[in-house]
């Protein structure tokens, strides 16, 4: 479905989230059982920070394009737009300029920004990528691409990048780490806040128009 208006937003930000917050509370809950063994218990939460960190992953990803799409339906020139989304509109013409050692290749950079600015935007599909590995830099990297405040999770790196990030890698390369119930259960309260937190500034950059210059 395409995103036209605030409340298709909201809603397909909902919908997704809501799905994997159930999923995450199931994990949660077997977690939390008493009648299971040690070996087991040690098992679930194995799996359960890998879910926590692809849940947390795939909606940071998912959000961040359904903002950009919802933009991209707007209409708007690339004079309306905000910095951060004209240079995500610029991004293909800006790469080629760097990718070369011609000075013309910036001719057409220049000509843009002279006469084609009240051109109707053309932004790119699904163009936000955590590289599958949402480290705290690149989430940061998405924030200022969106224009959201990244100060909110500026003291939450070591949890992202050691806590969820590089304890999903060693799990899932197949090494053997033992993570306690207390440190999965305390990830969990963290994740599921950062999920509410970035649908939130989402939610609010639209309302405001913040993706307006």
């Avoid at 989230?17 to 809950?29: D, P």
């Avoid at 955590?130 to 959201?148: C, H």
């Avoid at 207390?182 to 989402?202: A, G, P, S, T």
Wanted: contains cysteine; proline residues 1%; glycine residues 2%.
């Amino acid at each position: 479905m395409s995103i036209r208006t605030v409340e298709q937003l909201s809603d397909k930000l909902s919908d997704d989230l809501s799905w994997r917050k159930k999923e995450l509370t199931e994990v949660k809950s077997l977690v939390e059982s008493k009648n299971i063994s040690e070996q087991r218990h040690r098992a679930l939460i194995r799996s359960g920070v890998c879910i926590l960190y692809s849940h947390w992953e795939g909606f940071v990803k998912f959000a961040a394009n359904s903002y950009l799409e919802y933009v991209r339906l707007q209409r708007l020139t690339y004079r309306e737009l905000s910095t951060n989304f004209l240079a995500l509109a610029m991004k293909e013409k800006l790469k080629e300029a760097k990718d070369t050692n011609k000075p013309s290749i910036y001719i057409p950079v220049c000509d843009f920004f002279l006469s084609e600015l009240d051109q109707r935007c053309s932004l790119p599909k699904d163009l936000i990528s955590t590289a599958s590995n949402l480290s705290s830099d690149i989430l940061k990297e998405i924030t200022d691409l969106l224009g959201i405040d990244f100060s909110h999770y500026s003291t939450k790196s070591v949890l992202i990048d050691t806590k969820l990030l590089k304890t999903r890698n060693t799990i899932a390369h197949g090494n053997y780490l033992i993570f306690d119930i207390e440190e999965y259960i305390e990830l969990h309260k963290e994740v599921i806040n950062m999920l509410d937190l970035f649908r939130n500034q989402i939610e609010n950059a639209v309302i405001r128009k913040e993706y307006l210059q």
